[in-house]
């Protein structure tokens, strides 16, 4: 019963992109995934999480999110009749754009391909007209957004679901001009990589060039020990820390001292520290007298309290 109240809805929105912004930049900010989940306002955060182990075989090495989201179960009472939800999306970038699989509550099933068509007017040949291309709108020159979207889902809510999907569409585009104005004003730059793009790292990729170089335990001890200094070639020391080099130091045998001169001279020195009898009496007679501390009473009776 379930399937016959599911409907499939197939359709194309196309979105003019402004002249002045350049397809690299339209690409990067497509394959930022977090530009694209985003554009849902009811969307609260996202997380990177591993493939589901119901994903299909072509899914796997796929970027997924966990989507939290946010939706209004009872209307009209905020967020007492509010209630958050969480669903996984599939992200596969692609050299002309990106490709989404989203598993949305309510047994929604979305697919959307984002491409960015068309040809950059001063640098590249428009392209060839297809048929069919006069009833979507496209323009005939400059460059364009287009998403082909497949919804499967109840067929009480397809018209809310393909609304939705429009509207996301030109906020998609506002977006990139957005970030194109905050390169004009050199904001953009720090957001982006040294080789100018806005890449996205893919968990799941496990080819040679993404996969972290993992060092042996030994090579992590050596890569604790601190580098010596680095001096200038023209640096000297000071003359108190300089020492001469090791092919002028002489290496000499160590002098051991022999002979009864040698311990005499220690026998005088203890005897000369030594007081007489006279010096311990005059000591004896000039000391100071004790001092009491607090508790240290002695009685002839009592004995000592």
Excluded at 95 to 121: K, S
Excluded at 290 to 303: A, C, R, S
Aim: proline share 11%; glycine share 6%; net charge neutral.
């Amino acid at each position: 019963m379930s399937k016959l109240l599911k409907k499939k809805e197939v359709f194309t929105v196309v979105t003019p992109i402004p002249s002045y912004i350049p397809r690299r930049l339209a690409l990067d900010i497509l394959h930022s995934h977090s530009e694209v989940i985003t554009l849902n306002p009811l969307v609260l955060g996202h997380t990177k999480i591993s493939p589901p182990h119901n994903a299909s075989p072509d899914e796997m090495q796929s970027t997924w999110y966990a989507i939290h989201e946010r939706v209004q179960v009872i209307p009209g009472t905020g967020k007492v009749g509010a209630k958050e939800i969480t669903f996984n999306g599939c992200f596969h970038d692609m050299p002309w754009g990106l490709q989404t699989h989203i598993y949305a509550p309510f047994g929604i099933d979305m697919r959307v391909r984002y491409r960015i068509a068309g040809n950059q007017p001063g640098v590249e040949p428009p392209e060839h007209r297809e048929l069919g291309f006069d009833s979507l709108d496209i323009p005939a020159d400059g460059l364009y957004l287009r998403e082909d979207i497949e919804i499967r889902c109840n067929i009480s809510i397809v018209s809310f679901v393909k609304a939705q999907a429009k509207a996301a569409s030109k906020d998609m585009v506002d977006r990139i001009i957005r970030k194109a104005e905050l390169l004009d004003s050199g904001a953009l730059k720090a957001m982006m990589a040294p080789d100018g793009r806005l890449k996205t790292l893919n968990p799941n990729d496990l080819s040679q060039k993404n996969r972290p170089v993992s060092q042996s335990p030994a090579q992590q001890r050596m890569s604790m020990i601190p580098e010596p200094p680095q001096y200038p070639p023209d640096y000297q020391p000071h003359p108190m820390y300089a020492q001469a080099p090791v092919a002028n130091q002489q290496a000499t045998p160590r002098q051991y001292p022999t002979g009864p001169d040698y311990y005499n001279q220690f026998n005088q020195q203890y005897t000369a520290s030594v007081p007489g009898p006279n010096e311990q009496q005059q000591q004896q007679r000039w000391a100071p007298p004790p001092m009491e501390l607090p508790g240290d009473y002695y009685y002839q009776h009592g004995g000592a309290r």
